[in-house]
């Protein structure tokens, strides 16, 4: 678990009632979650359980059909795209600026090298000089074990250092929170340690960081809370010891005897 997140603080985010629904098919029904600073929650469940449709509707990837996001205490109300005022779409890109958001299939220019698609953020959303865009750059990308690799473009990239970059492209943002869509179901199975032990240290560091996986050992490792969605709503949620090892609903035990040996 890690050391630095504490139930004591107020939260930094919270995710308030959140519904969405697709035409008719509700996939989420009012799931309430927070997190405080350091915090890492872990979001578990079964394909089609509402996860990535929750973590995107964090930064409005996904617009929610009801329900509200509050984030440094702004509240951010479902309301369509149509309905929000100019106030309220300045606080928006705000929010998206301050929630770094890492893919499951990576979303690198793949005729860019790894220190430009890292340096494009800083550059192009806050406005950094290129000379300090690529210092802080090269910064994370040493952080992600990247060093060598800076002017390698994607194609010369393995699955593993791919997503590497791109977790250094959203550190380089320096967001508040990062999200993490199932950063390693794209991998190779031998590839995925590496981009894991990234985002263990992340943790260790203190980062707020929420985290759609499959990967029950880390979700163990380094949650201060894993909540598990079932069919839209959350079915169970806890200390990762507690809900990943003594599950009391059968919904969550099925769930996990996939992952036991």
Known sequence: MNPNSSTARGPLLEICNLRKSFGPMEVLKGVSIG????????????????????????????????????????????????????????????????????????????????????????????????????????????????????????????????????IARALAMEPEILLFDEPTSALDPELVGEVLRVMQNLAAEGRTMIIVTHEMQFALEVSSEVVFLSKGNIEERGKPSEVLKSPTSEALASFLQRYRS
């Open 35 to 166: 997190a405080a600073q350091g915090d890492v929650v872990t979001l578990i469940g079964s394909s089609g359980s509402g996860k990535s449709t929750l973590i995107r509707c964090i930064n409005f990837l996904e617009e929610p059909t009801a329900g509200e996001i509050v984030l440094d205490g702004i509240v951010f109300p479902a309301m369509g795209r149509d309905r929000r005022t100019r106030k309220q779409n300045a606080e928006l890109i705000a929010l998206r600026r301050k929630v770094g958001m890492v893919f499951q299939s990576f979303n690198l220019w793949p005729h860019r090298s790894a220190i430009e698609n890292v340096m494009e953020g800083p550059v192009q959303v806050l406005g950094l000089s290129k000379k300090d865009a690529r210092e802080r750059s090269l910064g994370y990308l040493e952080k992600v074990g990247l060093a060598d690799r800076i002017n390698h473009y994607p194609s010369q990239l393995s699955g593993g250092q791919q997503q590497r970059v791109a």
